[in-house]
C-alpha cells in the first residue's frame, strides 16, 4: 500500500527503553535537614531559608546501566502535627531514607523511638537507608553523633545502595556521600529486603 500524498511513512524503530521508576519516601525530625538534602540532589539548589514541609515531591533522572530511570523522592513533614497525615504518602513505596541531624542527639534517638518503628508498620519488606545530614556542620559547638554510634545502629561496612538493583549508579563518584553541598552522607541499612543482609534491625 502506497502512502497517502502528503503522510510521512515512519518504519518502526527500536522501542524505546523502559524508565524504571522508584519511589523514596523520606522522613525524619521536623528540621533536620532532609528538604535541603533533596532539593540539592533533585534542583541542585540549596534552600536559604527553613520552610517547614508538609508533602513535596521531587524527581530526578539518571540512568542505571545504561538505562533511564526516574526517582520520585517524597519529602514529608516531621512534626508531630502531621503524625495523622504522613502515612498517607507511604503506599507504593519502593526504599525510604530516615534522616537525622548529626548535630542533635535528640533526632538521632527518635530513630529507633520512632521512626524506624513509624516506618516498619506502614512498610514492611521496604529498604530501609540512614541518612545522616548537616555533616558539614559536625565541627560546630554542638555535640556531634558519632559514626561509631550509627554504625551500631545501622549494617556496619555496606554501600547504602545495595538494596536498589544496581543502586551504585545512585552514587557520585568518589563514594556514599550526598550531593555535593548538601552534607549529606548515607551512613548505612536499617533493613533490607529479606536476604539482602545481615545483622541490621529486620
Same mark, same amino acid.
Given at each position: 500500500?502506497?502512502?497517502?500524498?502528503?503522510?510521512?511513512?515512519?518504519?518502526? =524503530? *527500536?522501542?524505546?527503553?523502559? !524508565?524504571?521508576?522508584? &519511589?523514596?519516601?523520606?522522613?525524619? $525530625?521536623?528540621?533536620?535537614?532532609?528538604?535541603?538534602?533533596?532539593?540539592?540532589?533533585?534542583? =541542585?539548589?540549596?534552600?536559604? !531559608?527553613?520552610? *517547614?514541609?508538609?508533602?513535596? &515531591?521531587?524527581? @530526578?533522572?539518571?540512568?542505571?546501566?545504561?538505562? +533511564?530511570?526516574?526517582?520520585? #523522592?517524597?519529602?514529608?513533614? =516531621?512534626?508531630? $502535627?502531621?503524625?495523622?497525615?504522613?502515612?498517607?504518602?507511604?503506599?507504593?513505596?519502593?526504599?525510604?531514607?530516615?534522616?537525622? $541531624?548529626?548535630?542533635?542527639?535528640?533526632?538521632?534517638?527518635?530513630?529507633?523511638?520512632?521512626?524506624? +518503628?513509624? !516506618?516498619?508498620?506502614?512498610?514492611? %519488606?521496604?529498604?530501609?537507608?540512614?541518612? %545522616?545530614? &548537616?555533616?558539614?556542620?559536625?565541627?560546630?559547638?554542638?555535640?556531634?553523633?558519632?559514626?561509631?554510634?550509627?554504625?551500631?545502629?545501622?549494617?556496619?561496612?555496606?554501600? @547504602?545502595?545495595?538494596?536498589?538493583?544496581? /543502586?551504585?549508579?545512585? #552514587?557520585? @563518584? /568518589?563514594?556514599?556521600? =550526598?550531593?555535593?553541598?548538601?552534607?549529606?552522607?548515607?551512613?548505612?541499612?536499617?533493613?533490607?529486603? *529479606?536476604?539482602?543482609?545481615?545483622?541490621?534491625?529486620?
Amino acid at each position: 500500500m502506497q502512502p497517502l500524498l502528503g503522510s510521512q511513512s515512519s518504519a518502526p =524503530g *527500536p522501542p524505546e527503553p523502559m !524508565v524504571t521508576e522508584i &519511589k523514596a519516601v523520606v522522613v525524619g $525530625d521536623g528540621g533536620c535537614g532532609k528538604t535541603s538534602m533533596l532539593m540539592v540532589f533533585a534542583r =541542585g539548589d540549596f534552600p536559604k !531559608v527553613y520552610v *517547614p514541609t508538609v508533602f513535596e &515531591k521531587y524527581t @530526578a533522572s539518571f540512568r542505571i546501566s545504561g538505562k +533511564p530511570a526516574k526517582i520520585h #523522592l517524597w519529602d514529608t513533614a =516531621g512534626q508531630e $502535627d502531621y503524625d495523622r497525615l504522613r502515612p498517607l504518602s507511604y503506599s507504593d513505596t519502593n526504599v525510604v531514607l530516615i534522616c537525622f $541531624d548529626v548535630t542533635s542527639r535528640s533526632s538521632y534517638d527518635n530513630i529507633l523511638t520512632k521512626w524506624y +518503628p513509624e !516506618v516498619n508498620h506502614f512498610c514492611k %519488606g521496604v529498604p530501609v537507608l540512614l541518612v %545522616g545530614c &548537616k555533616t558539614d556542620l559536625r565541627q560546630g559547638h554542638h555535640e556531634p553523633v558519632t559514626f561509631q554510634e550509627v554504625s551500631a545502629t545501622a549494617c556496619c561496612g555496606r554501600d @547504602a545502595f545495595h538494596v536498589l538493583p544496581q /543502586g551504585s549508579a545512585l #552514587l557520585p @563518584a /568518589g563514594g556514599s556521600h =550526598g550531593p555535593a553541598g548538601a552534607g549529606c552522607s548515607l551512613l548505612g541499612v536499617l533493613s533490607a529486603a *529479606p536476604g539482602q543482609c545481615q545483622g541490621c534491625l529486620c
